[in-house]
């Protein structure tokens, strides 16, 4: 089911998209949800599809491990606001093919899927439109290897599309963004991005510490960073994030979202933490901070608490939200849930957080929804 909002998002009503690309699918097989791109020059809308086709996969599973081999990426494309979509096709790499659709990935063996919900497109001043996802790695036997002991490990692959002229996308790739597994268990995660004034792109990554090689978490549990001056194509090797006074800061495993604002500034909103995490926890604060766009360093003095951990709650996950500016307001609105501890129950949640016409930003009270 989908939804249209006339009234930027006071009411709404049900939008089934059409045509329905998934009534005949075989059980077991997938397509998933994933935020819609709105490309601002022309107002094409791409829906990014991540898929797996595999028979009598049990659909109540979730990340079966089965994922990790067979996951891989479809597009959908409206010219009408989302009432209809032209079609829905397969991303494959121009001169590559289904088997094969990525330089480096293979169909049955090592699946490319997005991160979390912060991975959202971009388009580039040079009229490229990016996919930040993520691909899993394959050693020297071609089957799964994970060489940081984590229980995944992947890389980070720019999908780099340009538009055609039937309204489809001709697709390349960026060189891998790779991490050292001696650094992160497992590897680079769940990429989010940002341009810059002076075209730089910015990706900030989930990294990861824990499992068989560092079993008591001692690896530092940083957040990472990779910088392409030429579109995406070429990345910097990932380093640990830090804020503009060069000190890096700890952050769980746990996704993360650059936001562009139309004040011109630029906004991180993810999960630091004062002490050295344990793989994917703890979970919170959830903070928004602003990003300087020229030493591209978190302003540590911007950093503001909009959740965190209530005194009487064991364990809070404020994680798996999106960020978007509301037109109107220009508050960033992150819509999400709260996750009590496990994940074994959760309220959804919408916070806002007002924005300044030129500098600092205030949090309004979080509110249910």
């Not at 709105?38 to 990340?63: F, I, K, Y």
């Not at 709650?313 to 009590?340: C, Q």
């Not at 959760?346 to 249910?368: D, F, I, M, N, Y």
Request: net charge negative.
């Amino acid at each position: 089911m989908g939804g249209y909002s006339p009234d930027n998002g006071k009411t709404w009503v049900g939008r089934p998209p059409q045509p329905d690309f998934d009534k005949d699918l075989p059980h077991g097989y997938r397509r998933e949800s994933f935020p819609l791109f709105a490309d601002p020059s022309n107002g094409r809308l791409v829906r990014v599809v991540p898929s797996m086709d595999t028979p009598g996969l049990d659909p109540s599973l979730v990340e079966p491990p089965v994922a990790l081999e067979t996951y891989y990426l479809r597009y959908r494309v409206s010219v009408d606001g989302g009432k209809t979509y032209l079609f829905e096709d397969q991303i494959i790499q121009r001169g590559h093919t289904k088997e094969n659709p990525f330089e480096g990935v293979y169909y049955g063996k090592n699946g490319i899927f997005m991160g979390d919900v912060g991975a959202q497109l971009l388009r580039t001043r040079a009229g490229r439109i990016l996919i930040p996802a993520q691909a899993c790695k394959l050693g020297p036997d071609g089957k799964l290897w994970s060489p940081g002991g984590g229980f995944t490990y992947t890389d980070v692959l720019m999908v780099i599309g340009q538009w055609t002229a039937d309204n489809r996308l001709d697709w390349e790739i960026g060189r891998p963004i790779e991490g050292d597994p001696a650094r992160s268990t497992r590897g680079m995660i769940e990429p989010t991005l940002a341009e810059l004034p002076d075209g730089r792109l910015l990706c900030v990554m989930r990294g990861s510490n824990g499992g068989s090689k560092d079993p008591d978490c001692k690896l530092p549990s940083y957040r990472w960073c990779s910088v392409s001056a030429d579109g995406g194509y070429h990345w910097t090797k990932p380093e640990p994030w830090t804020y503009d006074d060069g000190t890096p800061f700890f952050s769980p495993s746990s996704m993360s979202q650059l936001l562009t604002h139309s004040s011109g500034r630029y906004f991180w909103l993810g999960n630091p933490a004062d002490a050295n995490c344990r793989g994917n926890h703890p979970r919170y604060p959830l903070v928004i901070g602003e990003v300087d766009p020229k030493t591209l360093c978190l302003l540590k003095d911007t950093v503001l608490v909009v959740d965190t951990k209530r005194p009487e709650e064991p364990d809070i996950n404020l994680s798996h939200w999106w960020a978007f500016e509301d037109r109107k307001t220009h508050d960033v609105v992150i819509a999400g849930a709260r996750h009590a501890l496990g994940y074994q129950s959760s309220t959804p949640w919408l916070w806002r957080v007002g924005v300044e016409p030129s500098t600092g930003t205030r949090a309004s009270v979080p509110a249910p929804q």
